[in-house]
């Protein structure tokens, strides 16, 4: 079935088309480069996956409790409307809310893998070129997988969210090499890191379990690139360019704390927008959810040197400064092992099914005889 039959609302012409600024940039040297980046490039390349072995999907997904969401989550938790949805009604307000997430990163992927080539067309250097072409597979298979299961599990996409394409279009549009990096490395791949992980982490669904533990193990990746290569050129950039970048970034982090409201879904159940807006502002698991999910940007921003006045003062209003401190290192090495640790208990309860079989077959054959 088409996507564009499966959409809540009109997504309008389903070709987006944003102009490209900037010069394509081929480097003739090729045995120069920075070991840490090619060995990066080289672990890219090992953990590539095919996301129709590797996820299992024969796994029933209920579309009405697709992620074992609590009520305590809800938007409209507490509130007079929810006292007035059925049981029913709840589980159709599970449906829109995972699907509003889930439509969300798989926009947001594909624009990460489009950005990710717009890299390997504009960076200078080699090794991050090499680099970024494994970022663009990876991109793709995470927009496979999200779209596959918003197809075959949900059944309901909801359009890009306003604030999420605003931020890819500044990005995209944007001639210098750098703010690809900036705008969907640091931001957008940072944010998604955090959704993904909290969700990864309270779900008791197999299913988005894998899915979300096998993309963020990419994703780990990816934001060590950002913070590499933007680390080395900022250390170049006057006090005027390094200002400039932290304005992107302010807008960037309100833009993204603005996307997680998910206003769509609730005025999709009859509530007008500016209830909406307000029902979201107010529920203190979403504003508990909004703060957390700049755990991964707020440490990568200070780590790769944009740390000036105005930027920590907007982090300051924002209540997520002191997560500046958080150790990065640990987080994405945290997100490489959980995936390593499922593929082995998955591994390991197959084999003992094998091996059930096997002794089931060697019982029955005795017997026969």
Not at 209 to 238: N, P, S, W
Request: some cysteine; aromatic content about 8%; proline content about 4%.
């Amino acid at each position: 079935m088409p996507t564009h039959d499966l959409y809540v609302n009109d997504p309008g012409d389903s070709l987006w088309q944003v102009p490209a600024n900037g010069a394509a940039r081929f480097n003739w040297e090729y045995d120069d480069g920075r070991d840490r980046l090619l060995a990066l490039y080289q672990k890219g390349k090992d953990k590539q996956w095919d996301a129709r072995q590797r996820i299992d999907w024969d796994l029933e997904v209920d579309p009405h409790d697709a992620l074992g969401t609590p009520d305590e989550s809800m938007p409209l938790y507490g509130t007079r409307h929810w006292d007035k949805l059925t049981d029913k009604d709840k589980g159709e307000l599970r449906l829109h809310q995972a699907s509003w997430q889930f439509s969300q990163f798989l926009h947001g992927e594909q624009g990460a893998m489009v950005c990710a080539a717009r890299i390997v067309e504009s960076v200078p250097d080699l090794d991050a070129k090499f680099y970024s072409a494994t970022q663009t597979m990876d991109e793709a298979r995470h927009a496979e997988v999200y779209g596959r299961f918003l197809h075959d599990k949900l059944g309901l996409v909801y359009p890009i969210n306003d604030n999420l394409r605003s931020l890819l279009g500044d990005t995209l549009r944007d001639s210098r090499w750098d703010m690809p990096y900036l705008g969907m490395q640091v931001l957008i791949e940072g944010l998604a890191l955090a959704a993904f992980g909290l969700i990864r982490d309270t779900t008791d669904k197999p299913l988005p379990k894998q899915i979300l533990t096998y993309v963020m193990q990419d994703e780990a990746r990816h934001v060590a690139f950002g913070r590499l290569a933007l680390r080395d050129h900022y250390k170049q950039l006057t006090d005027a360019e390094l200002r400039e970048r932290e304005e992107f970034v302010i807008e960037g982090c309100h833009l993204m704390r603005d996307r997680l409201r998910g206003e769509e879904v609730l005025e999709n159940f009859g509530i007008p927008k500016a209830e909406a807006a307000e029902l979201s502002e107010r529920s203190e698991f979403l504003q508990l959810f909004r703060r957390l999910l700049f755990s991964r940007i707020v440490p990568c921003v200070k780590d790769i040197g944009l740390w000036g006045r105005r930027l920590q003062e907007a982090y300051v209003d924002m209540g997520v400064f002191e997560m500046g401190d958080s150790n990065l290192d640990l987080l994405m090495a945290q997100d490489e092992e959980l995936a390593e640790q499922l593929d082995a208990e998955r591994f390991a309860a197959e084999e003992r099914v094998r091996i059930a079989e096997v002794r089931t077959a060697i019982e029955s054959g005795a017997t026969d005889d």
